[in-house]
């Protein structure tokens, strides 16, 4: 019921930058919040950056001051905005929304990632 469309991820050298975008349609009614994670090889899956629907963002320890998570209210698009990678940041990226569709239940959807590579 809803549909989340990532791209952005490809292969970059170390200190270069990429834009993810994470665009959701369906029978949303309401978005609570938008996010990106992360799992890396023989890793967890682990939380990069959330903007909730007011306009609050958390970013874990290890992006903070090089990643940027923003949003298209209107088109229900998520971006994530990657400066001054590193190849600790090689990973496939998922873009998360959760919310309320027009049918009054909720939501939570994953999309089905896209690869960043990070060479050195």
């Known amino acids: 019921q809803v549909q989340l469309v990532e791209s952005g991820g490809d292969l970059v050298q170390a200190g270069g930058s990429l834009r993810l975008s994470c665009s959701a349609s369906?029978?949303?009614?309401?978005?609570?919040?938008m996010g990106w994670y992360r799992q890396a090889p023989g890793k967890q899956r682990e939380l990069v950056a959330t903007i909730t629907n007011s306009g609050p963002t958390n970013y874990a320890d290890s992006v903070k001051g090089r990643f940027t998570i923003s949003r298209d209210t209107a088109k229900n698009t998520v971006y994530l905005q990657m400066n001054s990678l590193e190849p600790e940041d090689t990973a496939v990226y998922y873009c998360?929304?959760?919310?309320?569709?027009?049918?009054?239940?909720?939501?939570?959807?994953w999309g089905q990632g896209t690869q960043v590579t990070v060479s050195s």
């Open positions: 369906g029978s949303i009614f309401s978005i609570n919040a």
């Open positions: 998360n929304v959760n919310g309320r569709l027009r049918t009054n239940l909720n939501f939570n959807s």
